[in-house]
């Protein structure tokens, strides 16, 4: 479990967070969405311990393995695949302690459900980026952590490598990890996860996705006004444009009217799509 | 073949200022190798001269306090390095300065500092000859304290290599997750890196520990894929550019610092043209 | 860079025109003050370049003169760097007495961005200096006042150029500067006593600045040197082993360091070549060790020392 309360950040005067409590449950699929620049890489990082918060704490149970939006690594350092793969133990083996068998077999067989088995011996400089994305989740799976906090995973991948990671996160609920992941594939989020905190500078909605999700997203503005903004069907807020033009009618539209280019109605199994944008 | 053997042994066997000279160099070159790499991997690679300026005022402060004393004044330069090394990355974790302003920033600070200072308390002597010494004139106690501290690096860096090659190279993942402190790392590295180079400045002067350091990395990054990999190269690029800078310096009468140096440079040079094709040069993969 | 090791005769580095600048208005407000309270005092204001020449002045001058030195006891005049103060000392005096031959390299600079008022005496004019060979180069020696019968010469111009300035001492200094000429025969005659018994092959010393040359020619004494007059090179292997060779082959047994050089190199080659260092001589300026207060006694050191570890020579 991790979770916060009242948790606040602020950077000099601006403010990214502002009196957040929210609670992320074990065993559950959570999802953190909302506008861009609303706050969700900030409340995550504060979840990993990377942000220091200026108001409030953070609570959890136990390690945490975060992977963060972009990667940090350049990727010209001169590692390979196994061995970045293999930093995932460093949490419990430290220093010192010397990898045993166990260890290396954990790589080997991440590196098979990634489908990198091949590359283990490339150096990192050689993987695309779709591919180095995959060795993060095998180096996820690694750290074997309880807690696994994800930022925008499926940006920027393909679908093949999409479908694995999401078969991944279905893996870790079912053994009782608590997975919280930012997304901005709002149907997807309706469809396959079970929780939902809805981010916007501060805590707008959290619940279960198709109750917070039917009104709509706030637009990315937190002045504390609650204007909603209807979702385009093309899976998530786009521009501000397309959002302020829905908004010029009175009443919020509720997703399942907003469908405005005609694509995916909610209910409707569809498969997950890659690349949101 | 005996006679190549008599050549290169030959020097070094009749006297004993080449030996002195020769271990003084294979110790540095011990010590500053996996500095030198990490300070290449954490693009700190001009640190090194840098901090050769930034220990002046302690050396002025130590001249001012114990005299022409070489621990006083090797001392005093090692706590200045320290600081400034050490505030310059508070400060660039802290502002939105970078590692590079921030060292520069302090640096000449420290250096003009020092001049005040020597100048209005010192006299004209030359401090530099006894703060900076020359691979020739390599005594005693100059060379058990390079190999002490060589000592000391290896052990350390044995120690935390995993730690800190995670720090190089993924800070982020080190960071996260409440766990143990990773402060540790970056501290220690950083007094590491000041402790050898102020002692290859004290022994042999700042051309030779700062030519040490990084044409052997930088040579080893063109040429190596791996981390171990880069570790070895530097190690003998920079152990064989002694021996041979210093041959180089007796048979031909050149000065022996800049010898020693320039061998690492052509090491490098040679690395430049026989690697071409590194061309992809992002820092992340394209989509 | 301050005293980074530019030992060279040309004028270390160069100062940007903040600095001339600085000098210039340091020298205009130094004036506007200097006038009034120099009304008081009859000396004769004088200023010299470095300590030897500054304490073979006050001799000459005694109580005529007011004497400001600029490179003190323990300083090194190669690679000293004038300051806006000195500017300033400097604005009152009458006469400058420096060494000339490129001793004081940064005299040129001093003088255009001061634009000394005064004169400028160089108080080996007329003297014939002797040329070495340094990195290949033939080069002005310029330490001539290591040489004490070349001093009774620099005492006759500074006698004039007193005189000059002061006709009404022109007696005064004539008579100083005779009784110090005696003087200086007399420390000859000394030397030349303690260096008798050593024969002239065995007339080695190894020193590691090379600013004993005229001493050497007077008194007939190899001085050898790892390094040349600039000790702005840095040595190579193999001078440093022929000098090795050198001295084990000949036996030389008097090896000097200064009170201002490189220490450690002259120590490795006496380790190397197992001589032991036989202490100090004096060769650029005077010190606060009581031993060597004044030129006389400067000179006398230097004799004495040579002279004893020269006996121990093969």
Known sequence: MIGCHDLSVHFGPNTALEGVSATFAPGVLSAVVGPNGGGKTTLLRALAGLQKASKGKVVCDGPVAYLSQRPETDHRFPMCVEEYVLTGTWRRTGDARRLGRNEFDRAHDALCRVGLADKRAQPLEVLSGGQWQRARFARLIVEDAPIVLLDEPLTGIDVPSAELLLALLDQWRNEGRTVVTVLHDLPLVLERLSYVAVMAGRLVASGAPAECLHRGLPSADSTGGATYAGLSGAGGYTTRATIATSVAGAAPASFGGSARDGAHLPGSVAPPRGGPR | MSMVWDLIVGPFSEFDFMRHALVGSLALSIGCTPVGVFLLLRRMSLMGDSLSHAVLPGAAIGYLIGGLSLPWMAGGGMVAGLLVALLAGLSSRRTRLDEGASFAGFYLLALAGGVVIVSKWGNSVDLMHLLFGSVLAVDDPSLILVAAIATVTLLWFGWHYRGLVLDSADPTFLGHGHGKSVMRYHLGFTVLTVMNLVAGFQAMGTLMAVGLMMLPAATARLVARTLPGMLLVAWLVASASSVIGLLISYYLACPSGPAIVLTAGIAYLGALLATPGQANTAKTPAL | ?314
């Not at chain 3, 304490?55 to 006891?73: A, C, E, H, M, S």
């Not at chain 3, 940064?106 to 005496?121: D, E, F, I, N, Q």
């Not at chain 3, 020696?141 to 004039?160: G, L, S, T």
């Not at chain 3, 025969?185 to 004993?212: C, E, G, M, Y």
């Open chain 3, 1 to 314: 860079m301050f005293g980074l090791g530019k030992r060279g005769r040309r004028s270390s580095g160069g100062k940007s025109w903040l600095g001339a600048g600085a000098f210039a208005a340091m020298f205009a407000l130094a004036l506007a003050f200097a006038g009034p309270a120099r009304a008081q005092d009859t000396r004769l204001p004088v200023g010299v370049s470095f300590s030897i020449l500054s304490d073979i002045v006050k001799v000459v001058g005694g109580d005529r003169i007011d004497v400001t030195t600029l490179v003190g006891p323990d300083q090194d005049t190669h690679v000293y760097e004038p300051t806006p103060a000195d500017v300033a000392k400097l604005s009152g005096t009458k006469l400058f007495f420096v060494n000339g031959l490129g001793f004081e390299g940064w005299l040129p600079r001093l003088m255009k961005s001061s634009h000394y008022a005064g004169t400028l005496v160089t108080v080996t004019k007329g003297l014939k200096p002797r040329t070495m060979v340094d990195d290949g180069k033939t080069v002005t020696d310029p330490h001539m006042f290591q040489d004490p019968e070349r001093v009774k010469a620099m005492v006759d111009n500074i006698a004039a150029a007193l005189s000059q300035a002061d006709p009404a001492g022109s007696t005064y200094y004539a008579e100083r500067a005779k009784n110090y000429q005696g003087a200086l025969d007399d420390l000859i005659t000394w030397a030349n006593k303690q260096l008798a018994p050593i024969a002239p092959a065995r007339r080695v010393v190894l020193t590691s600045h090379d600013a004993f040359g005229y001493l050497g020619q007077r008194f007939g004494i190899k001085f050898l040197a790892p390094e040349g007059v600039s000790t702005e090179s840095e040595a190579s292997a193999k001078d440093v082993a022929n000098l090795i060779r050198v001295i084990r082959r000949t036996g030389i047994k008097a090896v000097f360091m200064e009170n201002i050089s490189n220490p450690r190199l002259v120590e490795r080659i006496a380790k190397d070549a197992k001589v032991t260092v036989d202490g100090k001589l004096y060769s650029d300026a005077l010190s606060q060790n009581p031993e060597a207060t004044t030129y006389l006694q400067l000179f006398q050191h230097n004799i004495r020392a040579i002279a004893a570890a020269m006996k121990d020579n093969r």
